[in-house]
Each structure stands twice: as C-alpha cells, then as structure tokens.
C-alpha cells in the first residue's frame, strides 16, 4: 500500500509543480493539498492518534508550500524544504512515535530532497525538474516507514 501512495504522491507533486504547457491541467493544489492527504492516509493506517496525524499533515501543508527562497534571496533551499515536511512529523511524539524516529524521518527527506537537488542543478541532469519532483512526493510518503 505504501508503494502505490507513494506513486499517488509522486504523481501529485510533479503535477503540482508542472506549468501549463506541460501538463494542461497543472495546478500547484495538486501538490500542496493532495500531498499531505497522502500523508495523512498513511499515518492514520500506522494505527496512530488521529488528531496529531491531521495536525502533522496540516503542518506538511504549511512546509510544502515553502522552498525558504524568502531567506535566501529568490534561491530554493530543497534541504530546509526537506527538513520542514521533516518536522511535521514532531506532533507525533506525543502519538508515541520515538523521537530518534522522527529525527529519523526528517534527515532522509531533507537530506535525500537536497543532496538530489544538489546533484542535479551541478550536473545539469535532463529532466531534472521531473527526476527531482517526482522523487520529493515519493520520498515525502516513503520514509513515513522511519516512525513505525
């Protein structure tokens, strides 16, 4: 289950970072509100409290939002993005999910979000922007698996 809403995800966040031209039907909502209700499934499938999973879920609304560009100068910080869908997850500690679980969770997307972005941007990878995008929503599900 959790491959095919990670796929969902991915799908999701390419769709909502995409213009126009390459998707007709691109719109930012795809990503911003289809993402964290992705997430919000796969907590509340983990068996935990469901209030603080709608709590870190509208935090990861608030987080994907952002790619810190306002702090540094109109340039995209994919690692505090990674790291603010990261922290969501802080309300669950009080769900009884470990804190070293959510620290986990945190350091895999902001670190993987970024060292990609990294990689790509310094290589001039081709389809960076699809590669990236599509690995941000499926990673953003995927490394939920740290907190069980």
Same mark, same amino acid.
């Given at each position: 289950?959790?491959?095919?809403?990670?796929?969902?995800?991915?799908?999701?966040?390419?769709?909502?970072?995409?213009?126009?031209?390459? #998707? @007709?039907? %691109?719109? +930012?909502?795809?990503?911003?509100?289809?993402?964290?209700?992705?997430?919000? *499934? =796969?907590? $509340? !499938?983990?068996?935990?409290?469901?209030?603080?999973?709608?709590?870190?879920?509208?935090?990861?609304?608030?987080?994907?939002?952002?790619?810190?560009?306002?702090?540094?100068?109109?340039?995209?910080?994919?690692?505090?993005?990674?790291?603010?869908?990261?922290?969501?997850? #802080? @309300?669950? %500690?009080? +769900?009884?999910?470990?804190?070293?679980?959510?620290?986990?969770?945190?350091? *895999? =997307?902001? $670190? !993987?979000?970024?060292?990609?972005?990294?990689?790509?941007?310094?290589?001039?990878?081709?389809?960076?922007?699809?590669?990236?995008?599509?690995?941000?929503?499926?990673?953003?599900?995927?490394?939920?698996?740290?907190?069980?």
């Amino acid at each position: 289950m959790i491959i095919i809403l990670s796929l969902i995800s991915s799908i999701l966040y390419r769709i909502g970072g995409a213009g126009k031209e390459e #998707i @007709p039907f %691109a719109n +930012s909502q795809y990503r911003d509100i289809g993402c964290p209700v992705v997430v919000l *499934i =796969v907590l $509340l !499938s983990m068996g935990l409290t469901w209030y603080l999973c709608l709590l870190s879920a509208l935090l990861v609304l608030c987080f994907i939002r952002t790619y810190w560009d306002f702090v540094y100068k109109n340039h995209d910080n994919m690692y505090l993005h990674g790291f603010g869908i990261g922290i969501s997850m #802080i @309300p669950l %500690a009080w +769900s009884g999910v470990a804190w070293l679980n959510i620290v986990a969770y945190t350091s *895999i =997307v902001a $670190l !993987s979000v970024g060292v990609l972005n990294t990689i790509c941007t310094r290589y001039c990878v081709k389809y960076s922007v699809w590669i990236e995008e599509c690995f941000r929503g499926a990673v953003i599900v995927l490394a939920l698996l740290a907190l069980s």
